[in-house]
C-alpha cells in the first residue's frame, strides 16, 4: 500500500508569491495534519482536518490556509511568502484524531523562498 | 511556537555503546511520542507511551512516561550504525485534539 504521498517534493518560490502544497493520505485515512520544520528544529503543528472539517490549527498567521476533499486528500496554502517560511513542510494522515500509532507521515515538500 | 525540551542536542558514540535522551515539559501531557528522522523523510514513530510511569520496550529501545507526566526518557542499547538520525520526543494533550508538541531533536552519530 502507498504511504502518505506530497507533492511537489522540492520548490523554490520569491518572496510575496504563494505556494499550495499537496498530500495525499493512507487510503482508508480520514485525518490529515500539517506540520513546518524549519531547519534544525522539531515539526511544528499547522492544521488539522479530520472529514473535511479543521479540527484544529497551530499559532501560524492567516497567510496560512487549508482545506480537505471529499477525497480526504489535502491542500496547504500559503500567500505572501516571506523567506522565513522556508521550511520542510510535512503533511500526516491517520484513521483518526488521536490515533498516534496509525499516524503516518509523508516525506515532505521542501520549500524554498528566495 | 511551543517546543519540548529535548537534550542533549547532539551524540557521537561508539558503536555498542548505549544512549539516553530525554524530554522535559512545563505542561502536562497525556500521551508521549519518540520519533526518528532519517534524512529525506518524514519521522517515523519508535515508542507511544499513554500512562503516567508507563515504561515500554521496542527491540533495543526503552522509553518511559514521567510519573509527573511532564518528561519522558529514551534509552538505546548497544547502538549500531543504522541508529544513526535524528530522535524527536512529542507530546499530545486531549485539550489539543490531534496537535503534537515536538522537541528540538537530538541528533545522533554512531561510530563504527
Known amino acids: 500500500d502507498a504511504g502518505v504521498t506530497q507533492s511537489p517534493t522540492h520548490l523554490i518560490k520569491t518572496r510575496g508569491q504563494h505556494v499550495t502544497l499537496r498530500c495525499s493520505p493512507i487510503?482508508?485515512?480520514?485525518?490529515v495534519s500539517w506540520y513546518q520544520q524549519v531547519l534544525g528544529q522539531g515539526p511544528q503543528f499547522i492544521f488539522q482536518?479530520?472529514?473535511?472539517?479543521?479540527?484544529g490549527r497551530g499559532n501560524f498567521p492567516d497567510r496560512f490556509s487549508a482545506r480537505q476533499f471529499p477525497n480526504y486528500s489535502s491542500e496547504l496554502n500559503v500567500n505572501a511568502l516571506l523567506l522565513g517560511d522556508s521550511a520542510l513542510y510535512l503533511c500526516?494522515?491517520?484513521?483518526?484524531?488521536?490515533?498516534?500509532?496509525?499516524?503516518?507521515f509523508g516525506s515532505g515538500t521542501q520549500l524554498s523562498v528566495l | 511556537g511551543q517546543q519540548l525540551n529535548q537534550s542533549p542536542q547532539s551524540m557521537f558514540i561508539q558503536e555498542g555503546e548505549d544512549v539516553s535522551m530525554n524530554c522535559t515539559s512545563s505542561?502536562?501531557?497525556?500521551?508521549w511520542l519518540w520519533y526518528k528522522q532519517d534524512p529525506g523523510e518524514g519521522p517515523v514513530l519508535l515508542i507511544a507511551l499513554y500512562k503516567a510511569g508507563e515504561l515500554t520496550s521496542n527491540g533495543r529501545l526503552t522509553a518511559q512516561f514521567g510519573i509527573t507526566r511532564k518528561d519522558s526518557f529514551l534509552n538505546i542499547s548497544a547502538s549500531i550504525p543504522s541508529d544513526v538520525g535524528i530522535y524527536f520526543c512529542?507530546?499530545?494533550?486531549?485539550?489539543?485534539?490531534?496537535?503534537?508538541?515536538f522537541g528540538q531533536g537530538t541528533t545522533l552519530q554512531v561510530k563504527p
Open positions: 482536518y479530520y472529514e473535511k472539517e479543521e479540527r
Open positions: 500526516a494522515s491517520s484513521t483518526d484524531l488521536g490515533d498516534f500509532e496509525k499516524l503516518f
Open positions: 505542561s502536562i501531557f497525556n500521551t
Open positions: 487510503s482508508g485515512h480520514k485525518s
Open positions: 512529542a507530546g499530545h494533550s486531549s485539550s489539543n485534539t490531534g496537535k503534537l508538541i
